[in-house]
C-alpha cells in the first residue's frame, strides 16, 4: 500500500531532486520494486525522471544530489529500458549528462550517460542489473535449488508476490529467511 502512495507523491513533484525520489531510489533495487513495475499500476517513472532531468535549468548546488538523480535514472533506465525516454528527452539530457559527467566524474554519473547513449557494454551490465532485481521473480527462492528455468513457480502463500519457489519443500524451507520482508504486495 506504500509504494503506490510513494509513487504518486512522486508523480507530483515538478523537480528532478525529490523526497520521494530519493526513497524510490532506496527500494529500486527490490523484487517488490521490479513486480510493481510489471503490473498495470506502473507509471512511466523512467520518463518521468529523464524528461524532469533534462528540463533541470540549473545543477544542484549539493553534487551527491546529482549522483543521486542519475543513479535512479540508470536504475530505471536497467529496469524500463531506453526507449521509455522519449527522443526529445534524451537529446536534451545528453549535452547535460556530458557537461555533469566533465564537472564531476562520478561512476554513476558516467553509467548513466553510457545507458543513454545506448553503449553496447554498459546495456549488458544494465540487463544483468535487471536480471538480478527480478531473480527472485523468476527464479526459485530456495538458496542452492538447481531447478532454474521452471515455467510454473509458486509465489509466496502469504501474497507478497516478491518470491517464488519451485515447490511446497523449497517454499517451506525459505520461510525463515524471508519472513523478514514478507508482507501482502497492494498495487
Not at 507523491?9 to 521490479?34: G, K, T
Not at 528527452?89 to 549528462?97: S, V
Not at 546495456?123 to 527472485?136: D, N, V
Amino acid at each position: 500500500k506504500y509504494l503506490p502512495a510513494l509513487v504518486d507523491a512522486y508523480n507530483a513533484q515538478d523537480v528532478a531532486f525529490n523526497i520521494p525520489m530519493r526513497m524510490l531510489n532506496i527500494v529500486a533495487y527490490l523484487p517488490y520494486f521490479s513486480r510493481f513495475l510489471l503490473t498495470t499500476a506502473k507509471t512511466s517513472i523512467c520518463k518521468t525522471q529523464a524528461r524532469r532531468m533534462a528540463t533541470v535549468s540549473s545543477i544542484p548546488p549539493d553534487p551527491t544530489h546529482l549522483v543521486e538523480m542519475c543513479q535512479f535514472l540508470s536504475t530505471l533506465l536497467a529496469l524500463q529500458g531506453t526507449s521509455s525516454v522519449s527522443e526529445e528527452d534524451k537529446q536534451a539530457l545528453l549535452p547535460k549528462m556530458h557537461e555533469w559527467n566533465r564537472k564531476y566524474q562520478r561512476q554513476q554519473i558516467t553509467h548513466c550517460l553510457k545507458q543513454l547513449e545506448d553503449d553496447p557494454e554498459t546495456t549488458l551490465m544494465a540487463e544483468g542489473l535487471k536480471l538480478h532485481c527480478q531473480k527472485s521473480l523468476n527464479e526459485c527462492g530456495f538458496d542452492g535449488c538447481e531447478n532454474s528455468g521452471i515455467s510454473k513457480l509458486l509465489q509466496c502463500s502469504r501474497t507478497c508476490t516478491s518470491i517464488s519457489c519451485c515447490d511446497r519443500d523449497h517454499q517451506k524451507i525459505s520461510w525463515p529467511f524471508h519472513k523478514a520482508t514478507c508482507f501482502p504486495a497492494v498495487f
